[in-house]
C-alpha cells in the first residue's frame, strides 16, 4: 500500500508541473554544444518560452509527454516513497526519541531515489523526446517526431531493443539518487524541527508545505547540473547499435558542455526547474502526508 500512495502522490502532482518541465526540457537543450551568442535563442526565460511554445504550437504543447510524465511519477513515486516508507516503518529512520536520523534519511533517499530511477528511466526518456519535439521555427536538440508514447516506445525498441529503451539508466540512477535524498531529507528533517518546535502549526499542512518548498529548493540546487546532462543524453540521436551520436556517457557529456558552453550552462533551465519542483514538491510531499493520514485511518477502522 505504501508504493501505492506514493505513486499516486507523485501523479497528483506531475499533472500540475508538466508545463514548466517542457519549458526546462526546451532550455536545457537550447544552445546545445554552442557557444553564447553563436545560437538562436528561442527561450530567453520562462514567460518568453511559454508564450513561443503556444504561439507556435498551440497551448496544448504545455503538456507535451504528459502521459509518460504521469507514468514515470507513478513508477518512480511508487517506488522511490514506498521504499522510504518501508524504511521508517522498521524503525531504520529514527532514534530511540523518534526524531529522523539526517544521515539514514539521506541513505535511504539516495537508495530509494536510485530505485526508482532505474524503474522509470524508459518512461523519461520517451518523456524527454516528446517534450523536445516542437515547430521547426523553435526547434532547439535532436527532434524525434513520436506520434506518442506507446509509438516512442515500440520505435526505440524496434531500431535498439530492449536495452535501449534503458539508455541512460545509470544516469538516471544517479540524478535521482541525488534529487531524492535531498528533497526527501530537507523535507523530513525541516517539517520534525517545525511540528517540534510549535513553528507553522496554524494548520495541520502547513508545516508539511513549508517543508516542501525547502525540499524542493535544495533539490533544484542541486539536481540540475545532472538534470542538464541527462536531457542531453536522453535526447541525443542514436546511431544502429544504440550509441549516443553526440555523447558516450556522462562523463563526456560534462566534459563537452563545459568546453563549448561553459560551467554557466549546467545551470541552464534553473528557474523553471525550481518553478516545476516547487509545486512538484508541495504537492507530492503534501498528497503524500495527507494518502498516509487516509491510509491510517482506512487501517485503523478495519
Known amino acids: ?24 526540457t526546451r532550455m536545457q537543450l537550447q544552445g546545445e554544444l554552442r557557444a553564447r551568442g553563436q545560437h538562436a535563442v528561442h527561450y530567453k526565460n520562462v514567460p518568453h518560452a511559454m508564450f513561443n511554445i503556444v504561439k507556435h504550437d498551440g497551448i496544448a504543447a504545455l503538456q507535451k509527454g504528459l502521459a509518460p510524465a504521469l507514468w514515470f511519477q507513478l513508477v518512480v513515486n511508487g517506488v522511490r ?28 533517499g539516495c537508495i530509494s531515489g536510485m530505485c526508482g530511477g ?50 541512460g539508466a545509470h544516469g538516471m540512477m544517479m540524478r535521482n539518487s541525488v534529487g531524492s535524498a535531498s528533497q ?9 524541527w517545525m511540528d517540534n518546535n510549535d513553528v507553522f502549526q496554524q494548520s495541520k499542512y502547513l508545516s508539511a508545505f513549508i517543508a516542501s518548498n525547502i525540499g524542493a529548493l535544495v533539490k533544484t540546487i542541486f539536481l540540475n547540473p545532472m538534470d542538464v546532462i541527462m536531457t542531453r543524453i536522453y535526447n541525443q540521436a542514436v546511431d ?18 563545459v568546453k563549448a558552453e561553459g560551467l554557466l550552462a549546467f545551470c541552464k533551465g534553473m528557474g523553471p526547474s525550481y518553478l516545476r519542483q516547487a509545486p512538484h514538491t508541495v504537492l507530492l510531499l503534501v498528497f503524500w502526508d495527507m494518502l498516509k493520514d487516509l491510509q491510517k485511518s482506512i487501517e485503523l477502522h478495519t
Open 81 to 108: 516513497l514506498g521504499i522510504y516508507q518501508h524504511a521508517d516503518d522498521y524503525g531504520l529512520l529514527r532514534d530511540k526519541d523518534n526524531k529522523t536520523k539526517f544521515a539514514n534519511s539521506l541513505f535511504f
Open 118 to 167: 532505474l524503474c522509470g528511466s524508459p518512461l523519461q526518456l520517451v518523456k524527454t523526446q516528446l517534450m523536445s519535439y516542437s515547430s521547426q521555427k523553435i526547434a532547439v536538440g535532436t527532434q524525434h517526431a513520436h506520434p506518442g508514447m506507446i509509438d516512442a516506445m515500440q520505435m526505440i525498441y524496434a531500431k535498439n531493443g530492449l536495452l535501449g529503451l534503458w539508455r
Open 1 to 24: 500500500m505504501d508504493f501505492v500512495v506514493g505513486g499516486l502522490a507523485g501523479v497528483g502532482a506531475g499533472f500540475f508541473s508538466n508545463p514548466f518541465d517542457v519549458v526546462k
Open 240 to 257: 544502429a547499435n544504440g550509441k549516443g551520436i553526440m555523447y558516450d556517457g556522462i562523463g563526456d557529456c560534462a566534459k563537452k558542455i
Open 184 to 192: 526527501i531529507a530537507s523535507f523530513s528533517v525541516c517539517k520534525e
